[in-house]
């Protein structure tokens, strides 16, 4: 539908006619690619975000910022939904992909403006793509994935988000919870690892416990509040007084018949919590006298029940998270329990201490020392919640990392690397003059597009973006794989160095890039003409 059309059906509907559209998405790409171009790499800066009701979001994390930014561009907030896509399929890049969509766009506009048709330029986009990917398949370092390298690929992430000391700090708590939950020829579930913030201390001091840590304490003061060698039962039991499920009333003739009445509703929980107690008795006997007895309930214990269990010396939680009970189960062993009729010794968990940590008004306990956990819990700690949730952001990012890692089973050198091999490889004249056309100009815009990185990465460096790029082709022309040195402005080898990339990250975001690139490039009009513009205008109102 041509402009003059949809006026013609609607004369109150916006219209930017071909020029004025690509011009505006060109510059809502690069608007959006300068927003956050400053925050790649160790060296970027963080962003401070301000919400209408003054809370601060402290971040560089490029997710985080396309989230909670209040972005109004149709084209930006189309771009921001795809990079954010990026995040949650391959878990990082979406800083680099917001870039390369800039980028590739401010490549386009070049020869856009010379008078080359958009969809030719596209086509060029679309080979140099194919290409690209088939390159990275060829570049890729296929490896086994032992600690020392997963230590590696996580330090490589969470150096971009935290300061060193923080990041080397967390780094062997990440590899270590992957690979406490990951099971041979088995998915890796992430949801098994239990992320805690508690608002204490210095980031530094941020720790994995093998086992879990749960955000509430025992109910009763009466309670051990530390024991070993436990025996776990974890149950979904009510022991309290229920209501029934229908409407009903009870009427009385006289007080003893209410007693009577009372007497057997208690008399009902009574035999559940003498069950509990007997099984204890059970176990904590004779070599295992010494031992200690955990109750975890999904559901709740009323005073009562909690005076009979601190009596029998039982330590014993109630409501607990249903996400929980789950991961109690993989981190202690043990079967959970709907009913308390069928209570025999196997069905208990293990774990060598489980205790109480009061901090402030919050209470937290801790199920540690479990044998071969299948769940384990890292607990972040920060003196504010600007830290606690920038950890939190950069912890979540660097698990993903490792649980890529394993499941690729392969790597690709970072620092710049590839996108420098890359773009050596695309304007090899091998592949130039296998390409038809004007199509050439489309390849030749997207190696460019791809040097934003390493640009970008020397820029936030403090380093001449040029000089850095002169001397690595200079370092490339040996035939090796190079990137940046931050500290010198010099090239490296980044395998040497153990700074490694994801393979699906770089796989999904050179084909993200070019997809949304080529989308906004085939736009010759852009029309506001929803139901709103519809309406008539209000009465004094110019039209």
Same mark, same amino acid.
């Given at each position: ?467 850095? $790029?002169?001397?690595?082709? %200079?370092? +490339?022309?040996? *035939? !090796? /794989?190079?990137?940046?040195?931050? &500290?010198? =402005? @010099? ?28 989308? $906004?490039?085939?736009?010759? %009009?852009? +029309?506001?003409? *929803? !139901? /709103?513009?519809?309406?008539?205008? &209000?009465? =004094? @109102?110019?039209?």
């Amino acid at each position: 539908m041509s402009s003059a059309a949809v006026k013609l059906a609607n004369p109150n509907a916006e219209v930017l006619r071909r020029g004025d559209a690509l011009a505006m998405n060109i510059q809502s790409a690069r608007g959006l690619q300068n927003v956050l171009r400053s925050n790649l790499s160790p060296r970027g800066t963080l962003k401070l975000l301000v919400d209408g009701a003054n809370q601060l979001t402290l971040t560089k994390d490029g997710k985080v910022l396309l989230s909670q930014m209040q972005i109004t561009n149709p084209v930006a907030v189309m771009i921001a939904r795809a990079a954010t896509a990026q995040d949650d399929i391959a878990g990082d890049g979406t800083t680099g992909l917001v870039l390369l969509v800039g980028e590739l766009l401010k490549q386009a506009a070049v020869y856009v403006e010379e008078g080359v048709h958009p969809r030719v330029i596209t086509d060029g986009f679309d080979a140099a793509k194919a290409e690209a990917l088939r390159f990275l398949d060829s570049f890729k370092t296929t490896m086994a994935m032992d600690r020392e390298v997963l230590c590696s690929v996580a330090r490589t992430a969470l150096r971009t988000k935290l300061q060193d000391s923080v990041a080397a700090q967390v780094t062997d708590a990440v590899v270590d919870a992957v690979l406490a939950v990951a099971e041979p020829e088995k998915p890796i579930d992430l949801f098994m690892v239990e992320i805690m913030k508690m608002q204490h201390q210095t980031a530094t001091d941020s720790r994995l416990v093998k086992g879990l840590v749960l955000d509430h304490g025992a109910r009763h003061p009466d309670m051990p509040k530390k024991l070993d060698n436990c025996f776990v039962l974890t149950l979904n039991v009510s022991l309290e007084y229920e209501k029934t499920e229908v409407n009903s009333g009870f009427f009385y003739s006289s007080a003893e018949q209410r007693d009577k009445l009372i007497e057997s509703e208690r008399r009902f929980v009574d035999d559940k919590l003498r069950k509990i107690v007997d099984l204890k008795n059970t176990v904590c006997s004779g070599a295992n006298k010494d031992c200690g007895f955990v109750l975890i309930n999904q559901k709740g214990i009323d005073p009562l029940s909690l005076d009979v269990l601190a009596k029998q010396g039982i330590f014993a939680l109630r409501r607990a998270k249903r996400r929980n009970m789950e991961r109690l189960q993989l981190c202690c062993g043990g079967v959970a329990q709907n009913s308390v009729d069928d209570l025999v010794p196997k069905v208990l968990g293990r774990a060598g201490r489980v205790y109480e940590h009061v901090l402030g008004e919050n209470k937290y306990t801790y199920v540690e020392e479990c044998t071969d956990p299948r769940s384990v819990t890292i607990l972040i700690k920060g003196p504010s919640a600007h830290v606690l949730q920038q950890t939190y952001d950069a912890v979540r990012d660097g698990l993903r990392a490792v649980k890529n890692a394993i499941e690729d089973g392969a790597l690709v050198a970072g620092a710049g690397a590839f996108q420098m091999a890359c773009h050596k490889h695309l304007l090899r004249p091998e592949f130039l003059n296998s390409v038809q056309g004007k199509a050439k100009m489309g390849v030749r815009a997207f190696a460019e597009a791809l040097l934003v990185i390493p640009k970008t990465i020397a820029a936030n460096g403090g380093y001449d973006p040029m000089d850095v $790029l002169v001397a690595l082709e %200079e370092d +490339m022309a040996e *035939g !090796r /794989a190079v990137g940046i040195d931050l &500290n010198t =402005g @010099e090239a490296l080898d980044p395998e040497q160095e153990g700074i490694w990339d994801n393979y699906r990250v770089l796989r999904q975001q050179l084909h993200s890039c070019a997809v949304i690139a080529t989308n $906004l490039l085939h736009v010759d %009009e852009v +029309m506001r003409a *929803g !139901r /709103a513009s519809l309406k008539a205008p &209000n009465p =004094g @109102e110019e039209e």
